[in-house]
């Protein structure tokens, strides 16, 4: 166990829809990174929020946006949703310090879109 | 980014060390080598990290060349529960995002 949550664990959406993915990061964690892992594929990063800027973002289209609170855990919201999208979406919280950083992942939202 | 060359699959007798290579020839010598593990349908699992010596600790070893081109993780006695997908990562320096490549399928075998 991470100590990372993630919410809901599975989820069904129609084509067009918009949907939140929420993620409670580990005690004393100050970084969350989100990353869509589509069926037999690696996971892929699709941003990180520090200190709730966002803070790196990977090849993903605007309309998958993010917040992170004052309390570190983070959504993950995506709109006019495509057959694409789904997969599984998976959070990851660490600790930024300068030094290096070791990224602790949470079991995942199931994404299912109709 | 440095990347990253790992075998397919590998399989492995249960009770037996498992080795599992990686090849990263582009390393920088900042960057630290990491290995997360993800068993099917559930989040990647964090294995252990290392810069330049070997590391261990209660999950596996790790053993980096002298040269940081190449490392090997080592699981001392797999079990059937040791079945999953390892990923060998490094990620570039100045960002922290984790980019994971098709990692090696390791079967542990009864």
């Known amino acids: 166990e991470t100590g990372v949550t993630q919410s809901p664990t599975h989820l069904i959406k129609t084509r067009g829809q918009q949907v939140t993915l929420r993620c409670s990061s580990q005690?004393?964690?100050?970084?969350v990174s989100w990353y869509q892992q589509a069926l037999g594929q690696g996971p892929q990063f699709i941003f990180q929020?520090?200190?709730?800027?966002?803070?790196g973002r990977g090849n993903f289209p605007p309309r998958f946006s993010g917040l992170q609170f004052p309390n570190y855990s983070s959504e993950l919201n995506v709109n006019a949703l495509e057959l694409d999208d789904s997969a599984l979406y998976l959070c990851?919280?660490?600790?930024?310090?300068?030094?290096?950083?070791?990224?602790?992942f949470g079991p995942g939202t199931r994404l299912l879109v109709l | 980014d440095a990347k990253t060359t790992q075998p397919t699959s590998m399989d492995c007798a249960e009770g037996r060390a498992a080795n599992l290579p990686c090849n990263h020839s582009?390393?920088?010598?900042?960057?630290?080598v990491y290995w997360y593990r993800q068993i099917h349908s559930q989040g990647p699992q964090y294995i252990i990290h290392?810069?330049?010596n070997n590391e261990t600790n209660e999950m596996a070893s790790l053993i980096i060349t002298e040269d940081r081109k190449s490392s090997t993780l080592i699981l001392p006695h797999a079990t059937l529960r040791d079945t999953a997908v390892y990923y060998c990562?490094?990620?570039?320096?100045?960002?922290?995002?984790?980019?994971f490549g098709s990692g090696t399928q390791l079967t542990v075998l009864p």
């Open positions: 990562i490094v990620p570039p320096g100045s960002a922290r995002q984790l980019t």
């Open positions: 290392g810069l330049k």
């Open positions: 929020y520090y200190r709730e800027e966002e803070n």
């Open positions: 005690s004393g964690h100050n970084t």
């Open positions: 582009t390393i920088s010598g900042n960057e630290y």
């Open positions: 990851a919280s660490s600790l930024t310090s300068g030094v290096g950083e070791t990224q602790y």
